[in-house]
């Protein structure tokens, strides 16, 4: 069974030495207490809010007390934190630091897999951009897997088909780099055109740039 420690909500006066307003107290026999006249005065108060260092310095805390307030709203006591022994609290604040650095160091391990997966996997593309698009230019075509590529961006290169490399994946992503990059046709968004008109209106500058990039690069 929990020991129960009130918030105070008015001015109060300990029952026993008479000292006040309390700012939380123990019904005792039916009237208030201040915390050292219940022998709960050397705990130390940890606000709710982080349950890992609650549940520690509980676990830890051979006394502790729960800490409610009433809330007239919701007609009902509400739990506030925990009074705890110090050194309890001091040793379950040690294990939580110990396990933020921990973790901290765990998602440095994971960025950096990350960028190394994302640089093979954006190398890759470039490959298959290359193979695909022998006329390209290199730093173009590094270009073009770099942007389609971007974690999380939800462009060609992280679907399914973009991450297995499939062609005609890798196709629309060369495509609309020659259509954003080459053409007017940010310019003539902008401007109010329609978009399936203005990709008719630059479809054959579009192919005769793709066409131009297929055939191998000149000696």
């Known amino acids: 069974m929990n020991l129960v420690v009130f918030e105070a ?3 109060v006066r300990c029952a026993g030495c008479r000292q006040g307003p309390l700012p939380m107290l123990v019904r005792e ?3 208030p207490r201040c915390l050292h006249c219940v022998d ?3 705990l130390v108060y940890l606000p709710r809010g982080n349950a890992a260092l609650t549940r520690r310095a509980r676990e830890g805390s051979s006394l502790y007390a729960v800490v409610v307030r009433y809330e007239k709203r919701r007609r009902r006591h509400e739990r506030q934190g925990l009074l705890v022994e110090e050194e309890a609290l001091a040793r379950a604040e040690v294990r939580c630091l110990a396990d933020a650095e921990a973790r901290a160091r765990r998602r440095e391990r994971d960025r ?3 960028e190394a997966s994302d ?3 954006t190398a890759a593309f470039a490959a298959e951009i ?3 698009f022998p006329g390209i230019p290199p730093e173009r075509a590094l270009a073009v897997a770099a942007h389609a590529s971007v974690r999380g ?3 060609v290169g992280r679907t399914a088909a973009g991450r297995a490399l499939d062609e005609d994946a890798v196709s629309v992503a060369v495509r609309a780099s020659v259509r954003h990059v080459d053409t007017e046709y940010d310019a003539l968004l902008m401007a109010g055109v329609p978009r399936h008109r203005a990709r008719a209106r ?3 500058r579009i192919e005769a740039i793709l066409a131009a990039w297929r055939r191998p690069a000149a000696a």
């Open 119 to 121: 640089a093979r996997f």
């Open 153 to 155: 961006s939800g462009r």
């Open 29 to 31: 026999d039916g009237v």
């Open 112 to 114: 950096v897999l990350r």
């Open 202 to 204: 630059l479809a054959p």
């Open 9 to 11: 909500l008015k001015p």
């Open 130 to 132: 290359r193979r695909l």
């Open 40 to 42: 709960l005065g050397h």
